[in-house]
């Protein structure tokens, strides 16, 4: 009789994130040395689990619109990658958008975990306000960032469980 491998929880599936993966790619406002036209913000926040613990090196990506509501301008690269630290905090340096005809202003948000069996995909507002994906939402309030200083947002990003925040599919 052979053994028989048992698989263990250790032996989650991929993609694995290298730690440098998401170095250098989180500053959006300026390409190539030029400052990028619009107010400068910082968007920040925290990621946790079903237990509120805080996930280390959960890869994010945003893309977003300019301050002009264009996402097609040359001058502006309107995509960005972070991670999160030990305590589940990440952070991104960008541009105010402003909100594509018939949006209001937002950023769009990826979520990648080693483990997570699909990309996670949700949405971030400045404001309260009419716009038709913020509307469809049951916990709309979950999708809106505070205004944490003049130029900075706060917006945590909760897995799973209570609080959860708002996921979208593909």
């Given at each position: 009789m052979k053994n028989k491998l048992v698989p263990t929880g250790e032996m989650t599936l991929g993609p694995f994130f290298p730690r440098e993966f998401a170095q250098g790619a989180s500053d959006r406002t300026a390409l190539d040395g030029k400052p990028a036209k619009g107010e400068a913000i910082e968007i920040s926040g925290r990621v946790t689990q079903v237990d509120?613990?805080?996930?280390?090196n959960v890869v994010l990506e945003i893309w977003q619109a300019d301050a002009e509501g264009r996402y097609d301008n040359?001058?502006?690269?309107?995509?960005?990658?972070?991670?999160t630290n030990a305590d589940g905090v990440f952070s991104f340096k960008t541009i105010r958008p402003k909100g594509p005809q018939g949006r209001k202003a937002h950023v769009n948000f990826l979520v990648l975990y080693s483990g997570?069996?699909?990309?996670?995909?949700?949405?971030?507002?400045?404001?309260?306000?009419d716009d038709p994906v913020l509307n469809?939402?049951?916990?709309?309030?979950?999708?809106i960032a505070k205004k944490s200083g003049p130029h900075a947002y706060r917006f945590d990003i909760r897995l799973r469980g209570e609080g959860e925040t708002p996921f979208f599919d593909d």
């Open positions: 509120g613990k805080a996930l280390d040359p001058e502006f690269l309107g995509w960005g990658r972070a991670a997570l069996m699909r990309q996670l995909q949700t949405v971030m507002f400045f404001e309260d306000s469809s939402v049951k916990h709309r309030e979950r999708l």
